[in-house]
């Protein structure tokens, strides 16, 4: 049970790291890629940047909540 527990781990970890780093490039280029190059619709693509948008929507609210706050925008 101890080595599910840690391959999930790894596997959160992951996702951490490969949202962090592709969400904007998603969010952006899926749309360019579908509308303007007529790349053919994909669900995973779809879901991926749906989960794109709300981390990005999510950031876009903490730092007007830290602004807010009167704390630096940036850490």
Same mark, same amino acid.
Do not use: C, Q, T
């Given at each position: 049970?101890k080595?599910? #527990? ?12 490969? !949202?962090?780093?592709?969400? /904007?490039?998603?969010?952006?280029? /899926?749309?360019?890629?579908? !509308?303007?190059?007529? !790349? ?8 991926? /940047? ?8 999510k950031?876009?609210?903490?730092? #007007?909540?830290? #602004? ?5 925008? /940036?850490?």
């Amino acid at each position: 049970m101890k080595a599910v #527990f840690r391959e999930l781990r790894h596997l959160y970890g992951a996702l951490i790291l490969f !949202f962090y780093y592709m969400k /904007w490039p998603i969010l952006i280029g /899926w749309p360019l890629l579908y !509308f303007y190059l007529d !790349f053919e619709d994909n669900l995973y693509m779809d879901i991926l /940047w749906a989960i794109s948008l709300v981390l990005a929507l999510k950031d876009i609210a903490l730092m #007007f909540v830290r #602004f807010k706050k009167g704390e630096r925008l /940036w850490r």
